[in-house]
């Protein structure tokens, strides 16, 4: 056990978490959809939380909102169980949900004016709540489009309303789930920004899914990845690639002969290769398979239903 500090005061511990998972499972009749998954965000992370379809994505962010009861583990979200989370608690995070589709006669800034309204009794202690509705749409790059009806805005410009309204009661954690489904790359690329400029100018936690790496490693501090009910993979998107001991693949060209070997020690084998065959030694490649593509490899077995196998070889090379 840890001992208290001089004055009396235990030490900072969990409670300096935004987020603290421990062993949460879930099941839905026979079927166990979380395994005993772990995890925790410290205050003003980014999060990405990535796996293939069906892995429990959205259940897991839906308990932490407190949606949906676990079927057991530790859970706790700005210090809160989620299970007995009140109003007061709600107030101090942002969801944004797949798509908003309600409200489409209102116009931008009222819609804003009147969701913020409803966050005024939860202000203080620092943080003024609401967001400032003209400062929030200029945030959110709608200054233009302030007095436009929901239901006439682009589809990129209703998901930053989207975010908007996420954030309009200024979180301290902000949900985002699959946030960029069904973006082109320019608007894609704009809602990075976004969140980048959000993590830093509010230091909000965020915790977002996600089926894309490459939007994970652009946009989260870590990389959580989810599979057979577990959390397979916990790490920076660097970390994780470096983790990664795969197999190389090393390629070469001897007296016009194509040639292909694998091996974990690529460098002494290329040295033997120099040793054995010296200047005739053409076309030397020396390729290993990359983060993304070890994870595309395990999502294809995965839903081709080898779940185990997938999550077993996946771990086998980054461990
Ligand atoms: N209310 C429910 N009742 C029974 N099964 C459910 C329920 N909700 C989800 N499931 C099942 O739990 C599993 C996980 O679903 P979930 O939506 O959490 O996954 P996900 O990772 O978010 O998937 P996707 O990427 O497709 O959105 C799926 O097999 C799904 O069919």
């Known amino acids: 056990m840890t001992e208290p500090d001089a004055v009396g005061q235990p030490p900072a511990g969990d409670t300096a978490l935004a987020i603290d998972v421990r062993d949460l499972r879930m099941r839905y009749g026979s079927n166990d959809v979380l395994n005993g998954v772990t995890f925790n965000a410290k205050p003003g992370e980014v999060i ?11 259940t897991t962010i839906e308990i932490l909102e407190g949606f949906r009861m676990r079927s057991d583990g530790h859970v706790r979200v700005l210090d809160t169980d989620p299970a007995h989370g009140r109003e007061a608690w709600r107030a101090r995070f942002g969801i944004v949900l797949q798509s908003w589709r309600d409200h489409g006669r209102w116009k931008v800034r009222e819609l804003l004016n009147h969701l913020g ?8 202690e620092g943080i003024e709540r609401p967001w400032n509705t003209d400062e929030l749409i200029e945030v959110v790059g709608l200054t233009e489009h302030i007095d436009k009806r929901v239901n006439s ?30 973006f082109d790359p320019h608007a894609r690329r704009e809602f990075h920004d976004l969140v980048h400029r959000l993590s ?3 230091s909000t936690t965020i915790l977002l899914t996600t089926h894309d790496l490459d939007e994970a490693e652009k946009l989260a501090d870590r990389i959580l990845i989810l ?3 577990r959390i ?21 060209t001897v007296n016009g002969k194509r040639l292909i070997h694998s091996t974990l020690e690529p460098t002494t084998y290329v040295r033997e290769l120099f040793a054995q065959h010296g200047a005739d030694l053409e076309d030397l490649e020396v390729r ?3 983060l993304e593509e070890t994870y595309m490899n395990m999502v294809q077995q995965f839903e081709a239903g080898k779940v185990e196998s997938a999550v077993r070889a996946f771990e086998e090379v980054t461990r």
């Open 288 to 290: 290993r398979a990359t």
């Open 227 to 229: 599979a057979g009910g």
């Open 48 to 58: 990405a939380l990535l796996g293939p379809n069906g892995a429990g994505k959205t």
């Open 117 to 124: 309204s409803l966050y005024a009794p939860y202000g203080g």
């Open 232 to 252: 397979i993979a916990d790490g920076s998107a660097e970390e994780l690639s470096r983790r990664m001991s795969t197999e190389a693949e090393v390629r070469w």
């Open 200 to 202: 830093d100018m509010d």
């Open 153 to 182: 805005l682009s589809g990129g410009q209703r998901r930053r309303l989207d975010v908007a309204i996420g954030i309009v009661g200024r979180p301290e954690l902000l949900f985002l789930d699959e946030p960029t489904v069904g």
